[in-house]
Structure formats: C-alpha cells, structure tokens
C-alpha cells in the first residue's frame, strides 16, 4: 500500500541553526501539508502545498519556516534558525485531492528536538 | 474559520462494550469530516470520513460514526470495544466550499479499554 515517508525520524539541533525536514508524499497525489504535534497533544496544522506554491499557511508558519518541492517527488520543510520552541513532532501528509472529501495521509512523522 | 472540539480529554470503557467519543464542529458552510486514530509515537491514520448522505459511516477496525447536522457532531462509535483500540483518537474537519485544503483537527481523545 502506498505510504508517505518522512526522514529523519529524529533529528536533535543546537537553538540557532537550520533543520530540513524531508518527505516523500504518495506518487499520484497532488496536495501536500506540514502539521505538528507538541508533547502528544493537538496537531496543529502548518502550511498546504498545492500546484508548486504554498495554497493556505497559519500563523505559526512565519518567516523562519519555508516549503520547498525540489524535484517530482520529495516535500520539505525548512527551519531557518531553530527555537526551543520548534521541538515538536513534524508530520507531512499527502491527499489526493479535495473533493469528495480529500482525506490527508500521514508519514510517520519526524521529532526534532531542539537544545 | 472552522473548528473542531473534542469534550473529552479521555474515554475509558470496559473491553467488549460499547464505545462513543464525541466530536462537534464548526464551520460557515458544509464540512467534510474525519476520524483519525493515533498509536503511540507513530503518524495519524486515517478511520472514516463524512462526505454527504448517509449520516451514519463505517470506516476501518469496525468503527463508525454519525454525523447529526442539527447538532453539528459525528461522534465515533464502535459496538464492541478491544484493548487494542486503546489510542488516541482526532476529529477533523474541512470545508466544503472554496477550494479549502487546510484540515483542522481536534485536540484529541485518549480512549482507553480496560481488559
């Protein structure tokens, strides 16, 4: 079954320097998001991708984070200069569309900790 | 802006009953909504979605969920709870209209079955 992977599963970074986060997202989907979870809790979503821009974005992506589709097939999210508070579980998600629902399918995440 | 609330930080309930976790939401026109389950230090997994028509959905693990309009909520159910649904489970929910991709997800429901 087709899966959205994501590497490194955990990353651990000095507050102040640059983390990427990569992602493979299912091959025939067309829409791709970051969310993040912190301590277990809500998942709190982050940017959609969508068409080779960014489509929506919250508040908490600001000008340290950006989104990048370098090639056909890998998603990443760049962290400029970390914060303790980015420690958090990043997940990406693929769907296929967003019609009839458009259901998002998650990796498994990766954890950066940030010291 | 749509929003999803999940009353109940934790559910327990006895192996082999009946399970419900609650889930209402808000949004300015129709939703799309969704359950996923999540296990410990892995991604969300996708359990059932609400499209349009029957209220009553049946997803993966014998899950199910109704949605009630009038009340705005889709509830998960399952008539026969295991110890291995003890998870986290979210509510989500999309917009229909607008071309919206962002998925708004709930805090989160720790169900726990007790053998």
């Known amino acids: 079954e087709p899966e959205v992977t994501q590497t490194p599963s955990h990353q651990v970074t000095q507050m102040g320097q640059e983390v990427i986060l990569r992602c493979v997202p299912i091959?025939?989907?067309?829409?791709f998001y970051w969310y993040r979870q912190i301590l277990g809790q809500k998942v709190e979503f982050l940017v959609s991708f969508y068409n080779n821009e960014i489509s929506e974005k919250s508040e908490i992506f600001d000008d340290q984070f950006s989104v990048e589709r370098p090639d056909g097939s890998n998603f990443t999210l760049k962290i400029r200069s970390t914060k303790l508070e980015d420690s958090a579980m990043y997940f990406c998600a693929s769907s296929e569309g967003v019609g009839f629902g458009g259901e998002l399918f998650f990796g498994e995440g990766s954890r950066l900790t940030v010291l | 802006a749509q929003s999803v609330a999940q009353p109940e930080d934790q559910v327990n309930v006895a192996e082999g009953n009946p399970l419900t976790v609650k889930c209402t939401y808000s949004?300015?026109?129709?939703?799309?909504l969704f359950w996923y389950v999540q296990y410990p230090n892995r991604g969300l997994q996708f359990l059932l979605k609400?499209?349009?028509?029957?209220?009553l959905v049946k997803g993966s693990y014998g899950f199910e969920a109704e949605f009630n309009k009038s009340q705005t909520s889709f509830h998960l159910k399952k008539p026969s709870a295991l110890v291995s649904d003890s998870a986290l489970y979210f509510c989500a929910v999309r917009e229909r209209s607008g071309g919206y991709q962002k998925v708004t997800f709930g805090t989160g429901t720790k169900l726990q079955v007790i053998p």
């Open positions: 609400y499209i349009t028509g029957d209220n």
């Open positions: 091959s025939n989907h067309l829409y």
């Open positions: 949004v300015s026109g129709n939703p799309y």
